[in-house]
């Protein structure tokens, strides 16, 4: 394995870790989160949500494997 | 203030969590394979990750606060819902307890059993190891200092509140010279991914666009909520187990 594919994949695990599903779910909730305050309305409620969402999947997944 | 009050803590918490972690990979070094070439190891790792902190710290300080804030944010919730879940796996049962003592016990063995192979008047495995250990584990302290302090624009705050850790974790570690098992580490890693998920929300929410009522103040009742609801996934998970458990007695 290349040393650019060795630092990639240390950053991926540091970060992202086991469960990219949960990673990709915070980036989509993100999105969401910037869709509702450009349409001005309150968006301080929409994070704390994703993350119910998010923690269940998550955990889920891990008792599942 | 309210914000510098996280900051410092968060900071403090999480490194002493990953200093116990990199202290008995030390000391396991130092016991197996002599303190010379271990210290050494200690020392290089450390200059590295002050060389990525004061590297890195000043280039993301030029950033624009709000994307700073919406990918520090993001990156931040990412990572603290790692340790969250772990931590919630850990106290329902789901995953094993961290041991510190067993942990030792397995690095020891692994270090008596290597060969003795000397570099520049050092033992190289006693070196690598504590290198290896203190820049691993480092790196995630340096992670949360620079995006923690670079995000709230203090990051002398958040290195303070790391310093402290480490400088009470070494001192202890030097005391007893033991692993530092009766350091509650389970509850603090708890703690920290509490914390971590708590500024991942804040940060990434305000980077997105949105206004929190109520300003920094709000980021008690974002912690709260963090904390209420891993209380709850716990006990869900528990029951869950016990359950399972039942079933499986039920079943044999």
Excluded at chain 2, 132 to 154: D, P, Y
Aim: charged share 15%; with cysteine.
């Amino acid at each position: 394995m290349s040393y650019l594919a060795r630092f990639a994949r240390f950053w991926w695990e540091f970060v992202v870790g086991d469960d990219w599903v949960a990673a990709a779910l915070v980036v989509a909730a993100i999105g969401a989160t910037a869709g509702v305050a450009a349409s001005g309305i309150a968006a301080w409620w929409a994070m704390p949500l994703a993350v119910v969402v998010v923690l269940a999947v998550s955990l889920r997944r891990a008792i599942r494997a | 203030m309210t914000a510098g009050v996280f900051l410092v803590l968060s900071a403090f918490l999480a490194s002493a969590v990953e200093g116990v972690e990199a202290l008995t990979i030390v000391l396991a070094s130092g016991v197996a394979r002599g303190w010379r070439s271990s210290l050494a190891g200690v020392g290089a790792a450390l200059l590295a990750l002050a060389v990525i902190v004061a590297s890195l710290g000043p280039a993301l300080t030029v950033i624009p606060i709000d994307a700073l804030r919406l990918v520090v944010g993001g990156i931040l919730l990412t990572f603290g819902l790692q340790w969250l879940r772990k931590a919630i796996l850990r106290a329902s049962g789901f995953k094993a307890l961290h041991d510190e003592d067993a942990i030792f016990a397995t690095e020891l063995a692994g270090a008596e059993r290597a060969p003795h192979e000397e570099r520049a008047g050092l033992d190289w495995y006693g070196f690598t190891l504590s290198f290896k250990g203190v820049l691993l584990e480092g790196l995630e302290v340096a992670f949360i200092v620079i995006t923690f302090g670079s995000t709230q624009g203090s990051i002398p705050l958040a290195a303070a509140g790391a310093s402290a850790a480490i400088v009470l974790v070494v001192a202890v570690g030097f005391a007893v010279r033991a692993p530092l098992a009766r350091v509650p580490e389970n509850i603090l890693k708890f703690t920290v991914g509490v914390m971590l998920t708590t500024f991942g929300i804040f940060w990434s929410t305000e980077g997105a666009g949105g206004n929190w009522p109520g300003s920094d103040a709000s980021l008690f009742g974002v912690l709260a909520f963090v904390v209420l609801l891993s209380f709850a996934c716990v006990g869900v998970l528990r029951r869950r187990r016990r359950t399972m458990l039942v079933a499986a007695g039920a079943g044999a």
